[in-house]
């Protein structure tokens, strides 16, 4: 049973850092791509970065709005990806998910965490 649990999430002045983290249990953390997203209040889920199996920076992907500032990594030694957050705003407040995508259909994620909230203030 694939489970996903995030943490690293809390309240941060704007400007400031965040590092979230997903603890994989369950398959074989290595042989899946995975991905962060994030839900505001009154909003739909979004997507905000996804990596390779492999973890090389090639393969890893961001949403335009956290391009530059965000960074995802992963330690497949220790079954975790990570979300650095920098140069937060007030509009990156919302629930973040840590995601496992399908293995064999694009952009497809198949197990999601419980999401951990990170609030920016202003």
């Known amino acids: 049973q694939v489970q996903l649990v995030e943490s690293g999430g809390g309240l941060v002045q704007a400007g400031g850092s965040l590092r979230l983290s997903c603890a994989a249990s369950?398959?074989?953390?290595?042989?899946?791509?995975m991905g962060w997203f994030r839900q505001a209040p009154g909003k739909e889920r979004e997507f905000v970065a996804a990596i390779s199996r492999s973890g090389s920076s090639t393969y890893s992907y961001y949403a335009d709005s956290v391009k530059g500032r965000f960074t995802i990594s992963r330690d497949n030694a220790k079954n975790t990806v990570y979300l650095q957050m920098n140069s937060l705003k007030p509009e990156d407040t919302a629930v973040y998910y840590c995601?496992?995508?399908?293995?064999?259909?694009?952009?497809?994620?198949?197990?999601w965490g419980q999401g951990t909230q990170v609030t920016v203030s202003s």
């Open positions: 369950g398959g074989t953390f290595s042989n899946y791509a």
């Open positions: 995601a496992r995508r399908n293995a064999y259909v694009d952009n497809q994620y198949d197990y």
